[in-house]
């Protein structure tokens, strides 16, 4: 017999006892633990609730009705729940846990880390109080406080892979590299099977520049987990900026197929496209970022520069107009934009373009040269 049919029969045998005896508050409390064991959570808070109807004082019930509801998500009818779990005398270190949970799962981290400290002073020793508290502290960028409490987690219990993780994280963020690589480390030690592990190791190591390496990490993530979109992107980065276009876009067209509405991975297709001088099918990624994101301005100087390739001045100049329009002050499409009407004898226009390069840039020499005035 499976354990569901076991708590199938319970049930079944417990509803009969209510049928005798409609008044007993153990049977509905009985009742909704089967319920909640069957994960008919609904259900199991109505046969709670009916047990607090006939025993008001019981802070075990209030204890697993909060569960419930902590399931269920109703975070803050579970608040509610465990504080009557405590007034009636339940004041264990583990609802205050609980209480702690709901707190932070509602972003509530002053009640967060009043119950967690709470459930510390209870129980010292238990090394899932410190970690949540940790995270809560994490959350606040209180990194330095989260680090201590990671710290106490991690004497208390040396196997938790995701305490080290989330240490990790935290020394990150108070920029201790080497620190939070033996965290990561530490973590995949714990756990070689989790993909975020490898992830955040890659993502670390690249602030090191130590590429081998964190291309190595990368891979491990992508055998681990194919479908993370964002794996191929922290790839596809690295062999990008390494002049690799090839395996490059290789990381990319996975990327883009993972996630097709990510304008930046379409952005980098069609930069590295652009390299690989495939100017035509760099155009259909920029334009693919451009559908998600029509406002994006450094898909209009994609498309300018695909352009110029094609030899397409005429169209390249239209990118170029709208990539101004979008960020009027970026130099290098002035500048460009002038180029090409210099190129096309369109000269008032490129004038015009060339005078306000002068103006975002009042040492660029060649516009001044190109307008035939001296640098002032």
Do not use: W
Not at 20 to 40: I, P, T, V
Not at 200 to 228: F, G, M
Not at 264 to 278: K, T
Not at 334 to 347: M, P, Q, S, V
């Amino acid at each position: 017999m499976t354990t569901l049919s076991r708590y199938e029969d319970a049930l079944a045998s417990l509803e009969q006892a209510i049928g005798y005896d409609s008044d007993n508050a153990e049977y509905f409390y009985l009742k909704g633990q089967a319920l909640f064991s069957l994960y008919r959570d609904e259900e199991a808070v109505s046969a709670f609730n009916r047990a607090l109807d006939l025993d008001q004082k019981n802070a075990a019930i209030y204890k697993d009705k909060g569960q419930t509801l902590a399931r269920m998500d109703s975070h803050q009818e579970a608040i509610i729940t465990f504080r009557q779990c405590i007034q009636c005398g339940y004041n264990y270190a583990i609802i205050h846990y609980y209480l702690g949970n709901s707190h932070a799962a509602l972003e509530q981290f002053a009640g967060a880390l009043e119950a967690y400290n709470k459930a510390i002073q209870s129980d010292s020793s238990d090394p899932t109080f410190y970690y949540c508290k940790g995270n809560v502290l994490a959350k606040l960028e209180r990194f330095g406080e989260a680090l201590i409490n990671y710290d106490r987690s991690i004497h208390l219990d040396f196997s938790n892979a995701e305490t080290f993780n989330s240490k990790g994280n935290c020394l990150v963020n108070l920029e201790k590299t080497e620190e939070a690589v033996y965290a990561y480390k530490m973590s995949i030690h714990l756990d070689a099977q989790n993909t975020t592990y490898y992830f955040n190791l890659a993502e670390t190591l690249k602030s090191l520049d130590r590429t081998e390496e964190v291309l190595d990490a990368y891979q491990k993530a992508i055998t681990l987990d194919p479908t993370r979109a964002d794996v191929y992107h922290g790839k596809g980065v690295i062999l990008f900026e390494e002049g690799c276009y090839e395996e490059a876009y290789q990381a990319y067209e996975y990327a883009t197929r993972l996630d097709p509405t990510n304008t930046l991975y379409h952005l980098y297709l069609g930069d590295i496209l652009r390299r690989l001088q495939r100017p035509a099918e760099a155009l259909d990624a920029y334009e693919n970022a451009i559908r998600h994101d029509p406002d994006n301005d450094k898909a209009y100087s994609g498309k300018g520069e695909c352009f110029l390739l094609l030899q397409e001045r005429d169209s390249a100049c239209d990118a170029y107009r709208r990539a101004i329009q979008l960020d009027q002050s970026n130099v290098f499409y002035y500048f460009t934009l002038g180029n090409i009407l210099k190129d096309l004898r369109y000269i008032e226009e490129g004038f015009e373009v060339y005078d306000q390069v002068t103006r975002l840039d009042p040492n660029n020499e060649y516009a001044y040269k190109l307008l035939g005035m001296p640098v002032s």
